[in-house]
Structures are given as C-alpha cells and as structure tokens.
C-alpha cells in the first residue's frame, strides 16, 4: 500500500490560519492510503531531499573552498546531516550555539556557511525544542530567535508569562479541556507542551496553530531553505510489566510529511497531517478523519516526555502517586551507588504539581504519564510489534540511551554519508558529554544491523585518549561506513556550556553564554585550523584527492584504536 505524499496531498489538510486551537479537528480522508510501507523514501521527503541537495552542495562547495582551494569540488558532494541531542535547556542553548556557528546568515568565524551545506537535521529532547523553534520561526537565525527566548526563559518554564502564570494555566487547561472534548486523551505531556509552545513558538494563543505537516506551508520550507527536519521519540508497549523503552526500543519519527518507523517489525509510515485519525489494518474507522493532532508543541513535548520514570525521593503527594502507577526497573552498574539528584526531584514534583494547576488533567493509570498517540498501525499485519497498541504511549527519545538521534541518517534509502553529531548530554560530573551515548548508538546499530554506522569505542577509552573535549572522527577509511563527527559539548568560553538537565529557569546572561559556548563548540574558537580539518573530514570518503593539509588533520581527528 502506497500514497501520494505529495504537498498537494498534504495542502489540503491544513487547518485554517484562522484556527487557533488545541483540539483536533475532523475533516474528510485523503483518496490515498494511510500506510506506507517503508520501502523507501515517500515522495514528498524524495522531492525536498532532491531539491534542498541541489542548493546544499552549492552552499557545501562554496564553504570547502574557503577553508582551502585544494578541495576537489567538481563531482558529487557529500550528503550532510546534523544531528542535536537531548539534554533540556543545556541542549536547547548549546546546540543553538553550534547552529550558529555553522550558519552562514548569523556569524562569521571559521565554520561559517557550512549549515547552508548540510541536506538533514534530526533532533530529540531539548535538541528538538531547538529543531522547532528555529522551523517553526521560518528558518529563522539563532539571533533573532534569542530575542523570543531570553524573556520565556528567564520567567522559567512552571512560572510562565511571569506574573500572568495563574491565567496561562487557566488557558492550558481549557486547552486540553478541548481536546479531550474531541474524543482524545489529556495527559501530563499535553500540559509539558503546551508550557514548551510558550517558550519556543510563535503565533497566538501560546504558539497552539503550529502544527508539524504545515512547516511545508513556510516559504523556507517551499524555497528548501531548511534542512529536512526529523524529530525523534520512543514507544513504550503498556500491555506490558515496565514503563520505559526496551535497550533495542524503535526509533519513532517526526516529519513535515510522515510519521513512523524503519523498524523491521513495523516498517511503516503514516501521513503526518493525518496523525490522531482512528485506524484499523490500515483504514480509517469511520467516514472521517482527524487533523491538527500534529500540534508543534505535542511533537517536540512527545519527544522530551519523561515522566514515566519512578520520582525517586519525591516527597509530593501526586508524584508519589504517579510514581506508583509505571513500575519501571531501574539497573545500575554494580559498582555505582544510586543518588538523588535535588533538582531532579525539584523538577518532578514542578511537573506533577501541574495537577492542581491544570485540572483538566486527571491521573488514573499509568498512560497519563505518557505522550498519546492513536495509533495508525493498529491493527496492522505488517507491523507486528504495535499491532496490538490502540494507542502509542510516547517517551523522550533518548531513553534507550541514544541521546542523539543518528539512526534516521544510518537508513539506506536517506544515503547520508556524513553525520555531524552535537552532543550536549551530561554524562559526567561536570555534565559534559564522554561518548558514552555514541557507544550505545554504536551498539544499537550492530544489534539492528544498520551497518553504515561505524565503530565506536567505550567511554573508557574516550577518556584514556584524552578525546572527551574535542571533536572525533569516526569511519576514516572505511567507504562502507558513514563518517560520524562527533562534537561535544566542552568548557571552552570562561563561563562554559554546563548546566543541569533539570534546570528550567535561565537568566538572559546565562542564556547568552551557553550559546556563546556553543559557538566556540562548533567553531572550536574560531580556529581555521579546525575549520579545513573538518572539511577534510566531510570529503575523506568521496575518494578525491584531498588537499595536503588534511593529512595531519585525519591523524589528529580520525579515531584510531
């Protein structure tokens, strides 16, 4: 079964400029199929892919050869995908520093430009608030978008609009309020989106009329000025005993266009602008279908929802409740001692205190912890592993472990041959990242056998090569792997890039010197050095006589055990 994913097809779901609301809306099914089978790209993602290449590898070769005329830029260029990792604030801020540092429209140190080359950017968690924010503004610059953020951030995110908090709850609620008037769930997730949209979105009504499938509406979009967006998230199967993803857990993702998975027991797309339709083997269960469930804010809070762990310590009553709803079976090493991070708490019960400021939230199972999604493979042959899921209880998607979203760009059919990989999560001490989730996405991808990732070492091996703090290249030599470039957050401004995950208030300066970190991060200081170096990171595949610099920059950056 195949459809037309078209921007034809998908004009004619979109919801009315006019419309500003939360709820979902009925409207009449398409002509076409619902499901895809994934057997290769949809049209619509072909078309934009085709079209956004054409003008990235002009964008690619122009930057090439400003960090050296010795690249060879005359045949087929590299295709380039970003991806931004979870984290909250740290990798909202962090990687918008990065973003910056790479787009040639907002800053001018040695990476400049080198975003306009790139054809993919996926993210998930606090990297897909930054994914969004920046899409959803119409590919706006980091710049003009810190002059949304820096207020909504420094009011903090449970004491939104400041002094106004009391009434945007009241909205919130009558939000939901609507939506579970349409016939759907409300849950703890829809109330986390909503306050998300506040902070990130624009339009009125705290951002309620973005809806994924209409960034195809934007002129960015139309002009393939973007990067294709994908955002990522997990499933969770609550037939079952736990309440997080399983180590090998799907891959779920967002598009303009489609919604699904390449996991071979599901293996199946749906049409974004048609996600919340009730679907049964693939066919609408009555003469109408559902629109708007795509809201912007539910995507990217869907894909930072992790509420479903137990509150550890928590004293509150609601999350001491909640936290007796999803028996979930934490595993720690043997030789750790488990500890309760104060804030992690102070943020848990920030977020269940929710119930008594949005009563249109009730808790009475453990699916209201979950981000809920009728799901478009009920019932479904072909996609054994959700087959039986009316609905898809959705989680964060790095808590397999995969704190960045690489698996989109590891599928044959998307042929991505080098992937840039911000990762801003905060594994240490001092919460800098130690290649700890590059390994699990290493692992992962063996276990799945997506072959085109390459080796990656463990954590320990990371710090005994001193190669926590500066950027790694993984593949070098091998053609049948995709090159991944590893960027991770580093102190390398005076004021750093490190904060905790949980933190949800951030002053203007602070906001400021995250990104500023960031810059440095992806710009390593500005170094020219770096800037050539990378280029011949991106090109060491294509089989091009390379410049005579970039064999000291392959034994510096090339991981070599």
């Not at 997080?244 to 199946?268: I, M």
Request: with cysteine; proline share 6%; hydrophobic share 40%.
């Amino acid at each position: 079964m195949r459809f037309q994913t078209s921007a034809t097809l998908v004009a004619t779901a979109l919801i009315s400029p006019g419309l500003a609301t939360y709820a979902p809306v009925s409207t009449s099914c398409p002509s076409t199929s619902l499901i895809r089978i994934a057997d290769g790209l949809s049209d619509g993602e072909q078309t934009y892919r085709t079209a956004r290449k054409e003008k990235a590898d002009v964008a690619l070769a122009d930057w090439l050869l400003k960090t050296s005329c010795g690249f060879d830029t005359s045949g087929d260029l590299p295709t380039v995908a970003l991806t931004s990792s979870g984290g909250g604030f740290r990798a909202l801020l962090g990687g918008a520093g990065v973003v910056q540092a790479f787009d040639g429209r907002d800053s001018n140190v040695s990476t400049s430009g080198l975003y306009q080359g790139i054809t993919y950017h996926s993210a998930l968690s606090g990297g897909s608030w930054l994914l969004s924010s920046i899409i959803a503004n119409d590919f706006a610059t980091i710049s003009s978008l810190l002059e949304i953020w820096k207020p909504n951030f420094a009011n903090g995110l449970f004491t939104p609009d400041g002094s106004n908090a009391t009434a945007v709850f009241a909205d919130i609620s009558a939000d939901i309020a609507l939506k579970k008037a349409a016939g759907f769930k409300g849950t703890v997730a829809d109330a986390w989106s909503r306050l998300l949209s506040l902070q990130l979105l624009p339009g009125p009504n705290y951002g309620v009329d973005n809806t994924l499938s209409t960034i195809t509406s934007l002129s960015s979009f139309i002009d393939y000025e973007m990067p294709y967006p994908i955002i990522t998230a997990q499933n969770v199967d609550l037939s079952g005993t736990l309440c997080t993803p399983p180590a090998n857990g799907s891959v779920w993702e967002f598009t303009p266009y489609e919604f699904g998975t390449w996991d071979p027991e599901v293996a199946a797309f749906t049409p974004t602008a048609f996600l919340g339709t009730s679907v049964s083997n693939g066919i609408p269960s009555t003469n109408s279908c559902i629109t708007n469930y795509d809201n912007l804010g539910f995507v990217l809070g869907t894909s930072s929802t992790l509420f479903n762990d137990p509150t550890e310590g928590a004293t509150e009553a609601p999350a001491v409740l909640l936290a007796n709803l999803c028996q979930a079976t934490a595993t720690t090493s043997s030789n750790s001692t488990s500890t309760v991070d104060p804030l992690t708490v102070e943020f848990e019960e920030d977020v269940f205190s929710l119930l008594t400021e949005i009563p249109a939230i009730t808790f009475t199972s453990a699916a209201d912890l979950f981000a809920t999604w009728p799901n478009p493979f009920y019932k479904l042959t072909s996609a054994p592993l959700v087959s039986a899921q009316q609905n898809l209880a959705m989680v964060d998607g790095g808590e397999t472990g995969q704190v960045n979203p690489i698996f989109p760009f590891l599928q044959p059919a998307r042929n991505v041959n080098v992937i840039l990989v911000n990762d801003n999560d905060g594994d240490t001490a001092a919460l800098y990242p130690n290649g700890a989730e590059l390994r699990n996405t290493y692992l992962a991808a063996s276990a799945a056998g997506l072959t085109r990732m390459p080796f990656v070492p463990s954590s320990d091996v990371f710090i005994a090569q001193n190669i926590t703090e500066r950027p790694v290249f993984f593949g070098c030599g091998d053609s049948s792997k995709a090159t991944v470039v590893w960027i991770p957050n580093a102190p390398l401004t005076p004021a750093g890039g490190a904060i905790e995950t949980a933190q949800t208030v951030i002053n203007g300066t602070q906001t400021e010197s995250l990104v500023a970190n960031g810059v440095a991060v992806g710009s390593q200081n500005d170094s020219k050095e770096w800037a050539t170096c990378l280029a011949c990171g991106i090109m060491e595949g294509t089989g091009t006589v390379l410049p005579a610099e970039c064999r000291a920059c392959l034994e510096k950056y090339c991981f070599t055990q």
